[in-house]
T-cell receptor, first 117, second 115 residues
């Protein structure tokens, strides 16, 4: 099955600096890569995603890059703010084997981002 | 606002006492998922429904069951909770087809405590 590795597990940055989180995946059938932000006691919130036919996507201060050949993708947050502090999960998604149109989502282990004021 | 709702947000049950967690959605999505998330870990998929079709993950214990009586509601039943089943249980939905088919949207979760 799919295996997603995520680094680093913890990341502290000064407010205004950039933060980068990296993930690798193993299953070449994965073709959709979402990133989730999870605040304490809440469910994961989809913040950005990228499909395998695209190399980069940007949404304001957040960007994601994908290298399909190397099977790795990264989240970039610029001009970090204290409210960016949370756990971030990357994920790799492929069609579920058992159900043609549902998606099987495999998560990385998460990165605790702390933005220091 | 269209959303994924989970009730209750916190549930305490006794060892071995059956418990049911509920999820509802106003997104009219075809697919509903149940994930288990233990402390400081990533969410782990238990099973999903595509419409009425139930799909179990190979390593989901038999202790966990699910029901989806209609498009909007999905239930997670834990027949005999053990101490190791204490976790956050997350419900998610996705459209499954068409524009935005891939995105999964999560509810706020139910934190289950087993005493």
């Amino acid at each position: 099955g799919e295996n997603v590795e995520q680094h680093p597990s913890t990341l502290s940055v000064q407010e205004g600096d950039s933060a980068v989180i990296k993930c690798t995946y193993s299953d070449s059938a994965s073709n959709y890569f979402p990133w989730y932000k999870q605040e304490l006691g809440k469910g994961p919130q989809l913040i950005i995603d990228i499909r395998s036919n695209v190399g980069e996507k940007k949404d304001q201060r957040i960007a994601v890059t994908l290298n399909k050949t190397a099977k790795h993708f990264s989240l970039h947050i610029t001009e970090t703010q204290p409210e960016d502090s949370a756990v971030y999960f990357c994920a790799a998604s492929r069609r579920a084997r058992s159900s043609g149109s549902a998606r099987q989502l495999t998560f990385g282990s998460g990165t605790q981002l702390t933005v220091l004021p | 606002d269209a959303m994924v709702i989970q009730n209750p947000r916190y549930q305490v049950t006794q060892f071995g006492k059956p418990v049911t967690l509920s999820c509802s959605q106003t997104l009219n999505h075809n697919v509903m998922y149940w994930y288990q998330q233990k402390s400081s870990q990533a969410p782990k998929l238990l099973f999903h429904y595509y419409d009425k079709d139930f799909n179990n993950e190979a390593d989901t214990p038999d202790n966990f069951q699910s029901r989806r009586p209609n498009t909007s509601f999905c239930f997670l039943d834990i027949r005999s909770p053990g101490l190791g089943d204490a976790a956050m249980y997350l419900c998610a939905t996705s459209r499954g087809v068409g524009q935005g088919a891939y995105e999964q949207y999560f509810g706020p979760g139910t934190r289950l405590t087993v005493t």
